[in-house]
C-alpha cells in the first residue's frame, strides 16, 4: 500500500503578516522571521524528505532557502489573491470598505468583492493540488502561507469552509498530514528529542 507524508510549513514572519496586511509575501522575510527559521532549522526538526514545493512568493521561498531546503516552485500553493487589498492593512480595509470585508470574511464560498479570489477559489485550487499528492508514495515538505494551510486542512478532512476561520496558523507551524490513497488524515506529532 501507498502512503504519502505530507507536512504543510507556514512561512516565517514578514514586515506585512505582522502590520496585519493582505498579501505582502513578496516581501521578503523580516529579520525576526529569518532569525527563526534559521533557528528551526538547527534544531533539525523538518528531516528529510522526498520532494520540496514552495509557494512562488519570496516568503516561501526565503523561509525554504533558511530552512536547508531547495524547492521546486508550485503554483497551487500560492497565497490568496488579495486583489485592491493586496498590500493594505486589515483596519485600512475595515474602515474604508466595511461591508466588502465582512462579506469577505462570511461568505467564504462566494464573495470576493475585493476584486481578487475567494476563499473558495483558494480552497479549490489548494484543494486539488492536494488530493493530486495522495498515494504519490513518498514524503514531502510544501512551504506556504498560513491561509493555504488553513483551506488544505478544512479540504483534507473534509469540514465546511466556513471553519477555516477556526483554524490558526502561526509562522513557521508544522501541520502534518498522511494519506494512503483514499483520504487525509491529519497527524499531531511530538517533537523530536535532541
Known amino acids: 500500500m501507498t502512503a504519502t507524508s505530507l507536512r504543510l510549513v507556514a512561512h516565517a514572519h514578514t514586515t506585512a ?11 521578503g522575510l523580516d529579520e525576526g522571521g529569518l532569525r527563526a527559521a534559521l533557528a528551526l532549522a538547527g534544531r533539525g526538526h523538518l528531516g528529510v524528505d522526498d ?18 531546503l531547495l524547492p521546486t516552485i508550485e503554483a497551487a500553493l500560492a497565497d490568496c489573491d488579495y486583489g485592491d487589498w493586496t498590500g493594505r492593512s486589515v483596519e485600512e480595509v475595515a474602515v474604508e470598505q466595511p ?4 462579506q469577505w470574511m462570511s461568505e467564504p464560498e462566494e464573495s ?24 504519490a508514495d513518498r514524503r514531502i515538505t510544501a512551504i506556504t ?6 483551506v488544505a486542512v478544512v479540504h483534507a478532512l473534509g469540514l465546511p469552509l466556513a471553519t477555516y476561520r477556526q483554524v490558526d496558523v502561526e509562522p513557521l507551524a508544522v501541520v502534518r498530514l498522511t494519506s494512503q490513497g483514499s483520504r487525509w488524515h ?9
Not at 503578516?17 to 513578496?26: E, H, I, N, V, Y
Not at 475585493?114 to 499528492?133: I, K, N, T, Y
Not at 502561507?145 to 488553513?150: D, F, G, S
Open 145 to 150: 502561507h498560513p491561509l493555504v494551510i488553513r
Open 17 to 27: 503578516l505582522r502590520r496585519a496586511r493582505f498579501g505582502g509575501s513578496d516581501d
Open 99 to 102: 461591508q466588502a470585508l465582512h
Open 186 to 194: 491529519l497527524r499531531l506529532t511530538a517533537p523530536r528529542a535532541d
Open 51 to 68: 520532494a520540496c514545493v514552495s509557494s512562488p512568493a519570496a516568503a516561501a521561498t526565503d523561509t525554504a532557502d533558511a530552512l536547508g
Open 112 to 135: 470576493a468583492p475585493h476584486g481578487g479570489e475567494s476563499v473558495a477559489a483558494v480552497r479549490d485550487r489548494v484543494g486539488a493540488w492536494l488530493d493530486g499528492q495522495r498515494g
